[in-house]
T-cell receptor
Framework: NAGVTQTPKFRVLKTGQSMTLLCAQD?????MYWYRQDPGMGLRLIHY???????AKGEVPDGYNVSRLKKQNFLLGLESAAPSQTSVYFC?????????FGPGTRLLVL | GENVEQHPSTLSVQEGDSAVIKCTYS??????FPWYKQELGKGPQLIID?????GEKKDQRIAVTLNKTAKHFSLHITETQPEDSAVYFC???????????FGQGTRLTINP
């Protein structure tokens, strides 16, 4: 049981490039979340999903898209990366009240 | 929407002393308040939570208190140990099933 895993661990992008961050969970959780963490700002919700095939916007959704084609996977896409998207991205899945977080993806946009 | 403020942003205490981190929230309808611990290079991990029908909850050296009237809640760590050094986040939501709004985080350092 690996819990929540994220790939890649670290990535450098140039402005305008695109990429997809992958989150996978093996706990059969319905709810999954994408957060970004910036210094002094805590964790802010980007998008979330309440089940396979469903997604919804969080607090800071602009510039990101998501897909939940399979229950165990939640993908976060950046179509045209901007320096303001430099951040650490965390995925989480939830059962009852507890959210389980992945180890994070550090993204640098130059 | 909900807004959560967390203080202090950094806290340094001597090993064996107590540490207290405080959070305030804006939405009086919020009724679920978890605390997460984030160690270096890892994702946050739930350490304790409290619901609005309870004023205090303890788990060994960790306790959380809630004052609904003042809309603030606090994390108390007693007999601190080096392994308590981490970043701690408070959060609030309308219920355990709802989205969490996080505070800004507190970096706790335990000095030997």
């Amino acid at each position: 049981n690996a819990g929540v895993t994220q790939t890649p661990k670290f990535r450098v992008l140039k402005t305008g490039q695109s990429m997809t961050l992958l989150c996978a969970q093996d706990m059969n959780h319905e709810y999954m979340y994408w957060y970004r963490q910036d210094p002094g700002m805590g964790l802010r919700l980007i998008h979330y999903s309440v089940g396979e095939g469903t997604t919804a916007k969080g607090e800071v959704p602009d510039g990101y898209n998501v897909s939940r084609l399979k229950k165990q996977n939640f993908l976060l896409g950046l179509e045209s990366a901007a320096p303001s998207q430099t951040s650490v991205y965390f995925c989480a899945s939830r059962v009852q009240e507890t959210q389980y977080f992945g180890p994070g993806t550090r993204l640098l946009v130059l | 929407g909900e807004n959560v403020e967390q203080h202090p942003s950094t806290l340094s205490v001597q090993e064996g002393d107590s540490a207290v981190i405080k959070c305030t929230y804006s939405d009086s309808a919020s009724n679920y308040f978890p605390w997460y611990k984030q160690e270096l290079g890892k994702g946050p991990q739930l350490i304790i939570d409290i619901r609005s029908n309870v004023g205090e909850k303890k788990d060994q050296r960790i306790a959380v208190t809630l004052n609904k009237t003042a809309k603030h809640f606090s994390l108390h760590i007693t007999e601190t140990q080096p392994e308590d050094s981490a970043v701690y986040f408070c959060a609030a939501s309308l219920s355990p099933a709802q989205k969490l709004v996080f505070g800004q985080g507190t970096r706790l350092t335990i000095n030997p």
